[in-house]
């Protein structure tokens, strides 16, 4: 077996032995940079991550899930391509009998996820998205990479060009920093964007929502007018976010809130709204 001066394997090692051409349209890019795969566990290490039970979604040849062992109690790997993962099955068949990796091939937008510490993954770009929007509320550590524009947009502050939903999402969960910017030569094959790793850290905030479900919903109801100001947007989405009095939520909320657009409110604000949506808004029983 090949391996490098700190006694991991070879990221090129690895993807010639996983003798699979890559399906880019399966966002199959490979991190075959050392120093970049080095340096992703460190970030955790440095911020007291705790490593006992990392998930990795996506896992391809398993560079990265060479460098999570190295620095983790028990990994478990989520792979869809069941060559990949037949891959990682021999060539981590050791790990595996010490039951310290865990091979699921299943696609990680469905599968039940373990209970996990935290979650390290060089994500597939494509499902980033539902990827972020269903790890967030997990409350747990998260180091992923993502395409930088989609970084961009999870770390935004509100009132800038790429505060969203995600944005919201993200700092009602988290506290979200990008850590790195990492160019296309560091990948194999090299995808035509720039990608960026985020870090986020779960927070406890100091105000509540009525539920997850229902701050979720309506939090991608507004957005979908993100131009209108809140009051139009509370109107015109009722359909979306299961509203049944959308007046009265208009009616009893703070004026400053209901003039404003959805991209200057923080996740306080609307959380504010959420609550009393909930409480003023929902359809009779
Ligand atoms: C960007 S590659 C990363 C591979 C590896 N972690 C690395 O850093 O070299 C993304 C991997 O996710 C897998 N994948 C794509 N969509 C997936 C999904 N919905 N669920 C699980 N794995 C998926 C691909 O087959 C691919 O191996």
Do not use: C, W
Request: no cysteine; proline share 7%.
């Amino acid at each position: 077996m090949t391996t490098t001066e700190t006694g991991t394997r070879d990221p090129d090692a690895l993807v010639r032995r996983a003798g699979k051409r890559a399906d880019t349209r399966q966002d199959q890019h490979f991190l075959v940079d050392d120093r970049v795969l080095d340096r992703i566990p460190e970030y955790a290490t440095d911020a007291g991550v705790d490593l006992s039970h990392v998930l990795e979604i996506g896992a391809g040849p398993g560079a990265l899930t060479d460098r999570l062992l190295a620095a983790a109690e028990k990994v478990t790997a989520v792979e869809r391509d069941p060559k990949f993962a037949a891959h990682l099955r021999e060539e981590f068949a050791e790990e595996i009998s010490a039951d310290r990796l865990t091979v699921v091939e299943d696609d990680a937008l469905d599968v039940d996820l373990p209970e996990f510490t935290a979650s390290i993954s060089n994500l597939p770009y494509g499902a980033s998205s539902e990827i972020a929007f269903r790890l967030l509320p997990e409350q747990r550590p998260l180091l992923l990479m993502f395409q930088q524009e989609f970084a961009e947009r999870m770390a935004a502050e509100p009132a800038t060009d790429d505060y969203g939903r995600l944005s919201v999402t993200a700092g009602h969960y988290a506290d979200v920093e990008i850590v790195e910017t990492v160019p296309p030569e560091a990948f194999d094959p090299q995808p035509r964007v720039t990608s960026a790793l985020v870090r986020t850290t779960p927070r406890t905030p100091d105000y509540t929502v009525p539920s997850d479900e229902f701050f979720m919903d309506f939090l991608k109801a507004v957005f979908t007018q993100r131009r209108k100001t809140m009051r139009n947007a509370v109107r015109n989405t009722a359909h979306i976010s299961g509203l049944g009095d959308p007046d009265a939520v208009v009616e009893a909320a703070d004026e400053d809130l209901m003039s404003a657009r959805a991209g200057k409110l923080t996740p306080a604000d609307f959380a504010t709204l959420a609550t009393l949506a909930y409480e003023v808004g929902q359809p009779e029983a």
